[in-house]
């Protein structure tokens, strides 16, 4: 066989000649073979039909992955042969078509690196050579019928691949070789490519007489090379041991080994069995990495969503070492900053619980090549840090809107190092972590302010009263960081009696708090100096009127006093609350009392009626804001139906009693938690 300037053409009537212009897209070579085969059948020459379709094939597609433009595909065919020219219309060098020369061993690397598909030409085709078009140019081949005695007209040619009479192993024949190029992964298999590669392994070896083979295959997960796929013997160390590296991309890295005889094709087609394979080992690493990524995505929507759920600062730094061991490390400790810069060891974890003592004790080492000076280089520097022994890994500063909070120190595992992909998933967790510790904190101390404003708008204590009895309840909304504008008090009176006060002013927030303040202190300067309680609340409407900033007040006043043989005299009067339960000692059903009136705050002039009540010993009224009664269990409320039959088993009970009771009935009524605030204050005749 020969490389030459251009196909011998044979004229005749016996000719077939087929020319067809294809697309260079993936299903070219498919199409040209189709060709070639209707052509075959015409001329009857159906004894060329592997070499011509595999010939044809490794044409097609190397025009179709160098040129990318159209091809003419020219079959033609005669008594004598068959003649096949692939063209293409790119411009430029021929570079990857200008190898053909075959069995020298100084060009077999060069073959390998720059076209195995001409070699397979080369070792089937009686002749080839290239063709220089101006608009473009090509390959053709030529494959020759077989004399009446059975051989090729090419003498160097043995298609059979069986032993010559030497008993040395043939060159490949070109069944052998379509069968190598056509195997493929099982499609439908979990993890095809054991088995993809345990085929190709035999085939090659079968082609090249290897004794034993073996493909190793290291996945970069910290397991180091495993045996992907074997064949005969153990391959010995030696002179007849031929390494192909399979190319691959980090962190997949491997080898194909044949314990093979030196022949000139055994190093091409091992190399083209491991490219083969190296192809469907990226598209595994791919699908592996995609699949990876996945589940990193994953990993961090669920972190985000677990770390978003607690506002708890120490449960939420207990958590972070949780979700980092041991998927992203073997350990991981967090530590934050304090007021003067200080790193405090706040949770830590470790995959082997045995370790955990250590790795506290290791952490808490003092000293320029420990642990903790390298945290504080991480925190001081707002970058990345690496860790050395004894606790290898690297430490992640935490930081948030600007501030630095501390670090996250995680420890690698023991067999693999982190690779690109994890450290980029710790980091954003590092991110997440620490605006979760940050919003933990805000709310902390939004809660303990709003604890602070909450407890100055309430008595710290009740005034204790012979012969009067005081009780209060106080159960703030779920959103413990907001101030609820539910307030009560017991205010003393310039002649001796004593002021009992629940409202509700409306919303939530900062300025409800201000607003109930106002109210409050409006209400004690007033009554301590003796106002009366109509003219009380007429200047209380005022103001909220010109200061409430649109928010309005329900209010409840009772004045209480001494009355005759024990009794107490209570004038109510209510401007928009509701009325108080009334429980008597003597029995009976539990009754509402008092007379509505006019909320405060919405309108310039109020109506509040005065109702006047004797309490006799162990009666008592029962204050309470809409936080009780509007009480949800799903659309059911609690209702001031409720309430009443609940307060009326109480009569005769203590004042601490019925408020603590009435309390927790409200309380358990429903699961869910308070969405207004609720406020009970119980006032009792405690005469003997």
């Known amino acids: 066989m ?17 020319r067809v212009r294809l697309p260079a897209d993936r299903r070219t070579p498919a199409a040209a073979r189709a060709v070639v085969r209707s052509v075959l059948a015409e001329a009857n020459l159906d004894e060329l039909l592997n070499e011509a379709l595999l010939l044809t094939t490794e044409l097609s597609t190397n025009a179709v992955e160098h040129a990318r433009t159209e091809l003419d595909i020219e079959v033609t065919a005669d008594p004598a042969g068959l003649t096949v020219t692939v063209s293409d219309f790119a411009s430029g060098p021929v570079d990857e078509l200008t190898v053909g020369v075959r069995n020298v061993a100084t060009d077999i690397t060069e073959v390998a690196e720059r076209g195995r598909g001409l070699l397979l030409v080369d070792h089937f085709a009686s002749r080839w050579g290239t063709t220089y078009l101006p608009t473009g140019k090509g390959v053709w081949f030529r ?9 090729h007209r090419d003498d160097e040619v043995t298609p059979g691949g069986d032993p010559g009479a030497n008993g040395e192993t043939s060159t490949p024949s070109a069944g052998a070789m379509s069968a190598l190029m056509q195997t493929t992964p099982d499609p439908y298999a979990d993890d095809p490519l054991p088995d993809f590669a345990t085929s190709l392994l035999t085939r090659v070896a079968e082609m090249v007489g290897a004794a034993g ?3 190793r295959l290291d996945r970069g997960d910290g397991h180091g090379p495993q045996v992907l796929a074997r064949y005969g013997r153990q391959p010995r160390a030696g002179n007849d041991l031929l390494r192909v590296p399979l190319a691959v991309h980090r962190p997949y890295a491997g080898e194909l080994e044949l314990d093979s005889a030196p022949t000139a094709y055994a190093q091409p087609l091992a190399v083209l069995t491991a490219e083969r394979l190296s192809l469907h080992l990226e598209n595994d690493r791919l699908r592996r990495a ?7 995505l994953t990993f961090l929507a669920e972190a985000s969503e677990l770390l978003a759920q607690s506002l708890d600062v120490e449960l939420t730094m207990a958590l972070i070492p949780q979700l980092v061991v041991p998927r992203l490390g073997q350990w991981c400790a967090v530590h934050t900053t304090d007021e003067w810069g200080r790193l405090r060891l706040a949770a830590a974890s470790h995959a082997d619980e045995s370790m955990l003592a250590q790795l506290h004790a290791t952490l808490r080492e003092a000293g320029p090549d420990s642990i903790q000076a390298r945290l504080r280089e991480a925190s001081r520097n707002g970058a990345q840090t690496p860790l050395g022994a004894p606790m290898e890994g690297f430490a992640v500063p935490l930081i948030a809107r600007g501030q630095r909070l501390g670090t996250l120190a995680v420890g690698r595992h023991q067999r693999h190092r982190h690779d690109p992909d994890e450290i980029a998933v710790l980091e954003d967790v590092a991110r997440r972590a620490a605006l979760a510790i940050e919003n933990a904190r805000i709310h902390a101390e939004r809660r303990r302010v709003a604890q602070t404003l909450q407890q100055s708008l309430l008595p710290p204590v009740l005034p204790v009263v012979e012969g009067i009895g005081f009780a209060a309840e106080y159960v703030p909304t779920g959103g413990d960081a907001e101030v609820g504008g539910d307030f009560y008090d017991v205010v003393p009176m310039p002649d001796g009696r004593w002021l009992v006060v629940i409202g509700d002013v409306s919303g939530k927030g900062v300025q409800a708090a201000a607003v109930t303040g106002l109210v409050r202190d409006v209400i004690r300067v007033l009554a301590g100096d003796g106002k009366p309680l109509p003219e009380v609340l007429a200047r209380l409407n005022e103001t909220l009127v010109e200061r409430g900033a649109g928010r309005y007040c329900t209010l409840a006043l009772a004045a209480v006093g001494p009355g005759e043989e024990g009794r107490l005299d209570v004038g109510l009067h209510l401007a928009g609350h509701d ?22 705050g919405l309108l310039d002039a109020i109506t509040s009626p005065t109702a006047e009540i004797t309490l006799d010993p162990g009666d008592c009224l029962v204050f309470y804001t809409d936080g009780v009664t509007e009480r949800r269990r799903g659309r059911e409320l609690f209702g001031t139906g409720r309430l009443r039959d609940a307060a009326a088993p109480l009569a005769g009970y203590s004042a601490d009693v019925v408020a603590a009771r009435l309390r927790a009935t409200a309380i358990n009524f429903s699961v869910e938690e308070p969405r207004d605030d609720i406020a009970i204050l119980v006032l009792r005749n405690d005469a003997v």
Do not use: N
């Open 143 to 151: 494959l020759d019928r077989a004399d009446p005695d059975g051989q």
């Open 2 to 18: 020969s490389a030459e300037a251009g196909p011998a053409m044979t004229k005749g009537p016996d000719k077939h000649v087929r």
């Open 213 to 215: 083979g073996v493909v």
């Open 579 to 600: 009325r108080p339960v009334l429980l008597r000692s003597g029995g009976g059903p539990a009754t509402f009392f008092g007379t509505g009136g006019t909320a405060l």
């Open 290 to 296: 995609d699949v990876r990524r996945q589940a990193w």
